[in-house]
DNA sequence: GGCGTATCTACAATCAGTGTTGATAAACAA
DNA sequence: TTGTTTATCAACACTGATTGTAGATACGCC
């Protein structure tokens, strides 16, 4: 993701209007490694800006996405994550237990559809989702007496 | 998936009763390529029989989840999927226009997480998502003039 | 500083899915 | 077959994430 300096040009360059509450989002997702929810980032957002809304951040984050600069995924944790590294090419390993997200950078070169196999369709992407256990959770699941 | 009659015979031995809605809703199942969401199932389902409920429909999906006779899918098209192909591994193509979702019967075997790139994670499965367009909405995206 | 328009907040509405409750019917035994 | 127990049913209210609306506000540009 780019610096919040430049996102605010992309934004005008994009006859986009850069407020404060852009501002902040802008720098509430620098550096944010944990894919978060809207909410997350509404709660992060708040405690510099009292009074900003919900349905701003919704719609900055759509912005963000539109324009490329954050990815927005659903990884079946029952909400819309956003990621803002979208420079390196990753997949996804999500906790099954607590939902935690992070990017697993590494390429996997042999997703190639086996000829025919594609029942037609015009295949434009691969998303990999490893699904397991955090270290976090491993902890709070370990059988008690074994 | 089992048969109907399988199913009816796996539900009483799990102790659930098996009633007409829900062999209505196993032979809903039976064969459905197009890895229905609940609302898809229900009017199936409400075809054969009009009073059924969708409450119903949700918690006999649920119920065969937990079976382990079919497979609940989040593939990010809104909706959880349900896929009655539970016998064969297997990953799937997903329509980004229309969100139609097809298997796509095919080993992937180097999805070995480079060691130390997991980050701590214990990773039990893995699911890749290929996005794409399916050959209806091929048709229905050409550009007009070109 | 002032104007035009995008953006803001607050609030209502949507949509998939879940919780509740009294009525119903499956399972099983007599 | 009938009775008893208990899971399941349908109807309806409700949640939680996200989106739509509308009048007030403030950005970008002159």
């Known amino acids: 993701m780019k610096t919040p300096e430049e996102l605010t040009e992309l934004f005008r360059a994009n006859g986009r209007k850069v407020t404060a509450q852009r501002q902040c989002i802008f720098r509430v997702l620098q550096g944010d490694v944990s894919h978060p929810s809207a909410e997350a980032v509404y709660s992060s957002a708040v405690r510099e800006m009292e009074t900003i809304s919900l ?78 256990l955090c270290p976090e959770c491993q902890q709070s699941t370990l059988q008690p007496s074994t």
Chains 1, 2 share one sequence.
């Open 55 to 132: 349905k701003t951040v919704y719609q900055t984050l759509h912005d963000l996405a539109e324009l490329g600069e954050i990815a927005s995924l659903d990884l079946g944790t029952g909400m819309i994550r956003f990621d803002p590294n979208v420079d390196d090419p990753h997949h996804h390993l999500v906790c099954r237990h607590c939902g935690k997200v992070r990017d697993l950078v590494a390429a996997f070169p042999d997703l190639e559809i086996p000829r025919g196999a594609d029942l037609g369709f015009e295949v434009g992407s691969a998303e990999i989702v490893f699904r397991g």
